[in-house]
Structure formats: structure tokens, C-alpha cells
């Protein structure tokens, strides 16, 4: 049997290339090996405020992004979250048995909750949702980037704690984060991660920005004062568009820095957005062509979500089995 693989992702805001090096990237190159499931996670945008147009085109388009970027629903489940009734009576189920100081300790809640003028409760029960959608799939591995470590790692803690109490009924799951790439951060403010939902929005590289949109955030980059071109994790804004050249060439760091030698930062900058252009033509190509047949994309997510709710069915009916309901 193949191991099991889950991740999640938000139709919020545009998808950008952190998501897709730190995340999406990986799960189209390994989809063959595994046994694949693929989430666009509605419940957990609701977390923050949504226009419910736009969460409904949204969560639509990034059925078609995932299909762009190369996920083949030969080998995915590629489903919504809100479709698969058993996420939402999971999480309820594992709200009881998580205590409140794991959740206040979140690092993203914190983030997240400092820039809301009024916190929602699901906001912090949002990693316990997550943890839900991971255990209802007895997942092995969790693919994602470094900002979700936290999450995953809690996921991990409320199935030992709950196996301890009630014996083996989850699979402790495993994060896996890319080695490079985890954390590709924002163009303008290098210290900070490229983010869907920053207001600044020559920060992002979205995956279906033009050509010229790529060109001239990158040009705008924040650098520093300093002149050579060299992989050096100290000097955060020339580590992070060096690292995005590694990523969209494939390229050996010292053939980037002898390739760079010498030459300026504008330099740099135009050959990174040239093969920032190359790399996601093809995908802005399949992309154009996905949105133009919504029915059959709506009839992808519905027969994942029907796959997907046997399974997950299964593991809540034990759930509620062990702590004495049914
Ligand atoms: P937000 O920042 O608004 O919370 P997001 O950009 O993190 O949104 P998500 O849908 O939360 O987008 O994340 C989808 C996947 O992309 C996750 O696995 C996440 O870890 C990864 N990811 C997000 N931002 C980055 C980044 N800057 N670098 C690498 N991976 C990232
Ligand atoms: N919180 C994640 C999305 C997400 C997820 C998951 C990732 C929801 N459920 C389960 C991995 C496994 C995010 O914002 N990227």
C-alpha cells in the first residue's frame, strides 16, 4: 500500500511563488509514490473575514491551479474541505480534547490575531481543524512550508495524546519541509515570508502575474548596500532572489555566483525575472485553459470529495466509537 500523503492549501487571495516552490512544487514531483490528498481548505479561510463571492470563485480557481501546476487527479484527491462534512464534526471532536495553552501558543494565531480588529474563536481553533483534516486520512506525511511546521507539530501532539487515552486509533503523521525554499520571503521587506494576504502588492510574485507585472516588482527588490552576488543567508533580500534563481534554473549555487560575478544587481534582477517568466508560462498556459471548462473542474471536486468522505467517515465513526458516543 502507498503511504499517505495531505496538505492544504486557502483559496484566498492569489497563489505566489512561495507557495508554489515551498508546497506545490513538491506535490506534483512526488505525487506518484504516494497516495495523495490535496485540500483547498474553505473552512479555514473562514477564519478571517471573506466576501462570499470571491471565497466561491476562489476556491474554484484553486481547484484549476492545483491542476495547472502539475497535480494529475489520476493520483490526487484534490477536494474541498467543506465538502467532506466529517472535517468540520472532527474538529468539533478534537476541540474537546486539546487544551487551550497548546493553541494560544500558536505563532500564527498570534501574527493573525494582532491584525484583526475583532478575533473570531475559530481563529484559534483553526491548527485543530488542521489537525482533523490530517487524521481523518491516517496521513504519513504532511508537505508544507516552514510557516506550518507549528501546526503540524500540534497535530502530532493531539494524536499521541488522544492514541495514550484511547489506544492506537491515529497514524502520527510526519512534516516534511522542503530543504530549500521553505520560506521564500516578501521582495520588499526580505526579513518578513512572501505572503497571500500582504497588503503590499509589490511584495508577491503571484503565479499569474505578466510578464511585466514580474519584471518590475522584481526590479523594485529590496537589496542591500553591498555589491557581490553570493549565496550568503546574512543579507536576506540578495539570499532570497539568488535562492529564487536556484529554484526556477535548477542551477548548482556556485555556477549561479561565477554567472553573477562581477555584474550588478539590475543584472540580476532582469535574468531572475526572465526565468521567472520562462518557469511559469506553462503553468499560466494550462491554467487559462482549466478556467475555461468549470464543469469539469466542479466534477473533479465532486468525485474527490465522494472518494474522500468514505475514508474520512470511517476514522471519525471510530472516534466517536472510543469516547463513547454512538
Ligand atoms: P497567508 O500568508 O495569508 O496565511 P499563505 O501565503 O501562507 O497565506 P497558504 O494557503 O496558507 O498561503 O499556504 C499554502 C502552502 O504554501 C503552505 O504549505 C505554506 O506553508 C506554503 N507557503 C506559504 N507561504 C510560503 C512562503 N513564503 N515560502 C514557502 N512556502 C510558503
Ligand atoms: N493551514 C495550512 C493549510 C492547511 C493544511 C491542512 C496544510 C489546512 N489543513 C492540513 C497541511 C495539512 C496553511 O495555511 N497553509
Not at 86 to 91: D, E, G, L, N, T
Not at 99 to 111: H, N, V
Not at 174 to 190: D, F, H, K, T
Not at 316 to 321: E, F, G, M, N, P
Amino acid at each position: 500500500m502507498k503511504k499517505r500523503v495531505f496538505s492544504g492549501i486557502q483559496p484566498t487571495g492569489r497563489s505566489h511563488i512561495g507557495n508554489y516552490l515551498g508546497a506545490m512544487k513538491h506535490w506534483a514531483n512526488d505525487q506518484r509514490e504516494f497516495e495523495n490528498f490535496f485540500c483547498i481548505v474553505d473552512l479555514h479561510a473562514l477564519t478571517v473575514p471573506q466576501d462570499p463571492a470571491e471565497l466561491r470563485a476562489a476556491t474554484r480557481e484553486m481547484a484549476a491551479m492545483l491542476i495547472a501546476v502539475g497535480l494529475d487527479p489520476r493520483y490526487c484527491h484534490i477536494f474541498v474541505q467543506s465538502h467532506v462534512a466529517a472535517h468540520s464534526q472532527m474538529a468539533w471532536l478534537l476541540n474537546c480534547f486539546t487544551p487551550l495553552g497548546w493553541l494560544e501558543r500558536m505563532t500564527q494565531y498570534k501574527d493573525k490575531a494582532q491584525k484583526q480588529v475583532s478575533v473570531m474563536a475559530g481563529l484559534l481553533g483553526y491548527p485543530v481543524l488542521m489537525a482533523g483534516d490530517i487524521l481523518l486520512y491516517h496521513t504519513h506525511y504532511v508537505p508544507v512550508g516552514d510557516d506550518q511546521k507549528q501546526h503540524v507539530e500540534l497535530a502530532r501532539d493531539i494524536a499521541q495524546s488522544f492514541n495514550a487515552r484511547f489506544g492506537d486509533v491515529f497514524t502520527v503523521p510526519e512534516v516534511v519541509i522542503p530543504p530549500v525554499g521553505a520560506r521564500i520571503m516578501n521582495l520588499s521587506e526580505p526579513t518578513k515570508k512572501m505572503s497571500k494576504s500582504d497588503d503590499d502588492l509589490n511584495s508577491t510574485i503571484l503565479l499569474l502575474d505578466t510578464p511585466d507585472a514580474i519584471r518590475r516588482k522584481l526590479m523594485r527588490a529590496t537589496t542591500d548596500s553591498e555589491r557581490s552576488i553570493l549565496f550568503d543567508e546574512n543579507r536576506p533580500g540578495i539570499y532570497n532572489l539568488l535562492t529564487l534563481y536556484e529554484l526556477f534554473t535548477g542551477e548548482p549555487r556556485a555556477a549561479i555566483e561565477s554567472r553573477f560575478a562581477g555584474k550588478g544587481y539590475g543584472d540580476l534582477k532582469k535574468g531572475l525575472a526572465e526565468v521567472v517568466i520562462e518557469g511559469l508560462r506553462p503553468l499560466q498556459a494550462r491554467y487559462a485553459e482549466l478556467t475555461r471548462d468549470p464543469a469539469t473542474l466542479d466534477t473533479i471536486l465532486r468525485d474527490s470529495a465522494e472518494r474522500c468522505a468514505v475514508i474520512a467517515e470511517k476514522t471519525l465513526t471510530d472516534v466517536q466509537h472510543v469516547i463513547g458516543l454512538r
